[in-house]
């Protein structure tokens, strides 16, 4: 039985861990959300690992408001970045691995290929750049660590753009989607399922497979593209009836959707390094849309 704290419980990840976990018996996984752990406050941090003694540790907790961390930027170089770095000193105290997620957002997007693991890292904006001081913090601790490089998250939970454009496309008559800027949609169902799986595997002896990896769909678009295919599978699953089949969706360049962070351009990850080393991938995108659309048409829709 391989026990684990993971910090984060109700973010989108936090949530689509716990969703999947009755897959995976030999896990017995402890959520620790922002009450029972406040990032801000760092010894809270080393008290939860003194209780929890587990043998793993899985941060999906983060400082995630891309705009607001433009101004609130200290709160979130404490939480992607000072809490990270408490996680790792507690953890290479206890000789425990941690599983980290990180982000597309720490390039600048100007690259015109899909990024690799080891491709110059440049982000725009004080989220990427926070994220990225995290990803340092972690690894200049301990070597026994997973960063998860991971894109354009969607989930039936939380607060994501799929459910975002779901509400749109029911309730107007006419969109404007950004058709500029390009990366990888990822059901973070998928990435939930592809965490749990490789835990066991990693706080066995001799686990040599510790790094940075890219883990997201192998799906480039623009998030009008994501829409426009948002759009065509739910009027597929939920038939005449909904409102959504009939609104207009028009594409539109970055300028016209002022933000007061910089988003990267193209932001496409290349994942042959995770499939090389883990042996397998994420499920194909269409498959793990369908998937969460479909709980989302049952009912599963969740804050
Ligand atoms: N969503 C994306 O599109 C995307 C893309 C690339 C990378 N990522 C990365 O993927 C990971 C998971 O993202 P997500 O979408 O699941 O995030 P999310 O839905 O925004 O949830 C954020 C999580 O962080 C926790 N948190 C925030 N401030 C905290 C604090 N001060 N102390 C303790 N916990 C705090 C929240 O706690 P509670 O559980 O108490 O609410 C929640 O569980 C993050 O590392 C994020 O940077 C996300």
Excluded at 222 to 233: G, N
Aim: glycine share 6%.
């Amino acid at each position: 039985m391989t026990e684990t704290l993971v910090f984060g419980r109700n973010g989108q990840l936090g949530q689509s861990m716990a969703a999947c976990s009755h897959h995976y018996p030999e896990l017995q996984l402890k959520f620790a959300s922002r009450n029972e752990c406040d990032f801000t406050d760092l010894d809270s941090i080393l008290r939860i690992i003194d209780n929890e003694e587990p043998d793993a540790i899985v941060n999906t907790a983060a400082y995630t408001a891309v705009d607001l961390a433009e101004t609130n930027s200290d709160i979130a170089k404490l939480v992607n970045c000072e809490a990270v770095r408490t996680i790792a000193l507690a953890a290479a105290k206890r000789s425990l691995p941690v599983v980290h997620i990180s982000t597309d957002y720490v390039f600048d997007g100007q690259g015109a290929f899909p990024y690799r693991e080891t491709d110059k890292v440049g982000p725009l904006g004080i989220y990427g750049q926070t994220k990225l001081a995290g990803e340092i913090a972690l690894s200049s601790v301990t070597d026994a660590h997973l960063i998860f490089r991971t894109a354009w998250g969607y989930s039936p939970y939380g607060d994501n753009f799929l459910k975002t454009i779901m509400r749109l496309l029911s309730t107007k008559n006419e969109i404007a989607v950004v058709d500029d800027q390009t990366g990888c949609p990822t059901s973070f169902l998928d990435l939930a399922a592809a965490i749990l799986n490789i835990l066991p595997a990693i706080t066995r002896p001799g686990f040599d497979k510790f790094g940075t990896y890219h883990l997201c769909s192998d799906a480039p678009m623009t998030w009008y593209q994501f829409s426009m295919k948002i759009q065509a599978e739910a009027s597929r699953i939920l038939g005449d009836s909904w409102s959504g089949t009939e609104c207009k969706i028009k594409p539109v360049t970055s300028e016209s959707f002022q933000q007061p962070a910089s988003r990267p351009v193209n932001s496409v990850m290349a994942t042959d390094k995770f499939k090389a080393c883990f042996g397998f991938g994420l499920p194909a995108f269409r498959q793990s849309l369908i998937t969460t659309l479909t709980k989302l048409s049952e009912g599963q829709d969740h804050a």
